[in-house]
């Protein structure tokens, strides 16, 4: 069965600092990965998501994540972080039936709160 | 605005009572998934739908139901409340069933449901 670790539930760095969120998957075939981001009383809102086309994946508000299959990670990172960067994000792997395809309904991560401080 | 609307916004009810959360997804969207989130259990995946068929089911309970309609909102029933079952309910809608390859869930605002 597929899982996803996130170490750290709540990380701290102060305005201008990087940003990194880790994020490890357990999957014996390859996933799909994704990070999505939650604002206080709010929904989810995608970040981005690996589908095997490339390592290192772009999302939006300027943050990055790399797959890394040796180390079955999946980082999150922004090179500096801004006060609207502080939520609670959520690494997610989509779910696998038995013969490889997917299910659809994705796993998630207990989550990482961000606080950026000024 | 992810698209997706979910009604009621807030919930408030007793144990015992039964409820319906409502789901509307995305304009051309057929999959809809609900999730419960909780501070003990986190997000954990329900039960899916796509084109009116359930497609997968997660942790629901026997006491939780959902049923989707031939416009395709959805509607999740939670009967036999207990005071565990306070929690944020989303609802999530994809147009495929792929997982994410193709598709991506956009999810709504959620449903806060709490048990007194």
């Known amino acids: 069965a597929q899982s996803v670790t996130q170490l750290g539930s709540h990380v701290s760095v102060s305005e201008g600092a990087l940003v990194l969120l880790r994020c490890n998957y357990s999957?014996?075939?390859?996933?799909?990965l994704f990070w999505y981001v939650q604002y206080p009383n709010q929904g989810l809102q995608l970040l981005l998501k690996?589908?095997?086309?490339?390592?290192l994946v772009k999302g939006i508000n300027g943050f990055e994540a790399e797959f890394k299959k040796s180390e079955t990670s999946f980082h999150l990172t922004k090179p500096s972080a801004h006060m609207s960067d502080a939520a609670e994000y959520f690494c997610?792997?989509?779910?696998?039936?038995?013969?490889?395809?997917?299910?659809?309904?994705?796993?998630f991560g207990k989550g990482t709160k961000l606080s950026v401080k000024p | 605005d992810s698209g997706v609307t979910q009604t009621p916004k807030h919930l408030i009810t007793a144990t015992g009572q039964r409820v319906t959360l409502r789901c509307s997804p995305r304009?051309?969207?057929?999959?809809v998934y609900w999730y419960q989130q909780s501070l003990d259990q986190g997000l954990q995946f329900l039960i899916q739908?796509?084109?009116?068929?359930?497609?997968a089911k997660g942790n629901i309970l026997e006491r939780f139901s959902a049923q989707q309609f031939p416009d395709l909102h959805s509607e999740l029933n939670l009967s036999s409340l207990e005071l565990g079952d306070s929690a944020l309910y989303f609802c999530?809608?994809?147009?495929?069933?792929?997982?994410?390859?193709?598709?991506?869930?956009?999810f709504g605002p959620g449903t806060r449901l709490t048990v007194l």
């Open positions: 999530a809608s994809s147009v495929g069933t792929s997982g994410g390859y193709t598709d991506t869930q956009y």
């Open positions: 999957s014996s075939v390859p996933p799909y």
């Open positions: 690996y589908t095997s086309a490339a390592t």
């Open positions: 997610a792997v989509s779910a696998l039936l038995n013969y490889g395809g997917s299910q659809g309904n994705l796993i």
């Open positions: 304009s051309g969207d057929l999959s």
């Open positions: 739908y796509y084109n009116g068929e359930e497609r």
